[in-house]
């Protein structure tokens, strides 16, 4: 249920650096997160390491980026999920991310419980989709000022 000292970290964090609702929502889970070994980036640093040509786990397998064209190449800077990144090379996006970190967080445990029940993957993860779909609307009277870093 929680993490222990002899495990390995739960994984990395990506999230979107440039949308207020999600530096807010990083802010203030950022100190749960890291202290149970969570690492916290931003989508945006994530794809500079790929255009350097960085390897990245299931690079053409990702599929969090809006626009069209090739899974996992990002056509405009508009990322539609978190990814969580896990020790062993898998990503998990969105819905599926928050409850993997919820497993870890003592607190968060029960509602990572609940998501075991079958089916109630599929709303939690509408749920996800609905709020990251209209974050840009919450964005707009909560604008992180330009150079403001996490």
Not at 2 to 9: F, I
Not at 42 to 55: A, F, I, K, M
Not at 99 to 118: G, T
């Amino acid at each position: 249920m929680s993490d222990t000292k002899a495990a390995a970290p739960p994984g990395r964090l990506f999230y979107d650096g440039e949308c207020a609702f999600c530096t807010g929502w990083v802010r203030r889970m950022e100190r749960a997160m890291v202290s149970r070994g969570f690492s916290l980036e931003t989508l945006q640093s994530r794809e500079r390491r790929r255009s350097v040509g960085e390897p990245m786990p299931n690079a053409e397998a990702c599929g969090h980026h809006a626009g069209t064209g090739t899974p996992g190449v990002a056509t405009r800077s508009v990322f539609t999920e978190m990814i969580l990144e896990l020790p062993d090379g898998r990503e998990l996006g969105g819905a599926d991310a928050a409850m993997e970190i919820a497993r870890h967080i003592w607190w968060l445990w029960p509602l990572w419980l609940v998501s075991r029940i079958p089916g109630l993957m599929i709303p939690m993860r509408a749920g996800y989709r609905f709020i990251a779909s209209r974050r840009d609307c919450l964005n707009k009277s909560h604008q992180i000022p330009k150079g403001d870093k996490l």
